[in-house]
């Protein structure tokens, strides 16, 4: 009886969405525009990743309660591969995050402007030097992390109430190492949302690279749950268990 709806469940799924790209992403063209002709520096690197942090922790606390707080496709497909989500479900919860996504780049540019889109709208994107394969493993491995800590905290075991704060620590140093390579989407949604308003604001974007990057987090969505199950399984969950109450990212 006091479970959410799934309209709320998507609704709540796309505010948090939005929440994240207007504020993680919305970082990079801020900081673009007020250094000027100033070079980016490691701080700057720095206040983006907190952004990102930031709305993490604030839409764990704020929506996990309703829709588990996915906000990302990778989440919820790794989810889905391990049983822990209803396949039913996916293509609802993915639109909805790519749905939100969307929105919350074209409010950075509600926001901030056409300088928004003249500096790149904090689009994900990786230089001709870095190359296909680069590209692809950092993608991967940020993911990875992200991943891996979400199923960790949602686990049985795990102590309660620290849920969003741990992802957002690890979104917080995963974009670090990962950013300048890049841009350190590590979200399919972030990827794809701020493409392509930038498209649409008639910004340069390099629509070749998508499926590098939705390819490299999905796959690591996947993986990520497999080896957290595989790593924590014990004979206490082969029993049936009772669903757990929500922590911030499980529905």
């Known amino acids: 009886m ?31 525009i007020v250094n ?47 049983g822990k989500f209803p396949w039913s479900r996916v293509p609802a919860y993915l639109g909805a995050q790519l749905a939100g996504a969307t929105l919350g780049a074209a409010a950075i540019l509600a926001v901030l402007g056409k ?4 500096v790149g709208l904090g689009v994900a994107t990786y230089g001709p030097e870095v190359g296909v394969p680069q590209a692809f493993a950092a993608e991967f491995v940020g993911t990875f992390i992200l991943v891996l800590t979400v199923f960790g905290v949602i686990s049985r075991k795990a102590v309660p109430g620290f849920a969003g704060l741990a992802i957002g620590l690890a979104v917080f140093g995963a974009i670090i190492p990962v950013a300048p390579v890049t841009g350190a989407s590590i979200n399919p949604a972030r990827t794809v949302g701020p493409m392509l ?51 911030g990212q499980e529905a």
């Open 197 to 247: 308003i930038q498209g649409l604001a008639g910004g340069k974007v390099e629509f070749a690279q998508m499926p590098v990057y939705l390819l490299a987090e999905l796959t690591a969505g996947v993986l990520a749950g497999l080896a957290y199950v595989a790593l924590s399984r014990t004979a206490a969950d082969r029993l049936p268990q009772q669903q757990p109450a929500a922590t």
């Open 36 to 82: 000027g002709d100033t070079p980016f520096t490691m701080a700057d690197l720095g206040m983006i990743s907190f952004a990102f942090a930031a709305a993490v922790v604030a839409t764990v606390y704020a929506l996990g309660q309703i829709s588990g707080n996915h906000i990302n496709p990778a989440v919820t497909i790794g989810l889905a591969a391990t």
């Open 2 to 32: 006091d479970e959410n709806s799934l309209p709320q469940r998507l609704a709540a799924e796309a505010l948090g969405a939005a929440i994240l790209v207007f504020i993680g992403v919305g970082a990079v063209p801020a900081a673009l």
């Open 115 to 118: 300088k928004a889109s003249d």
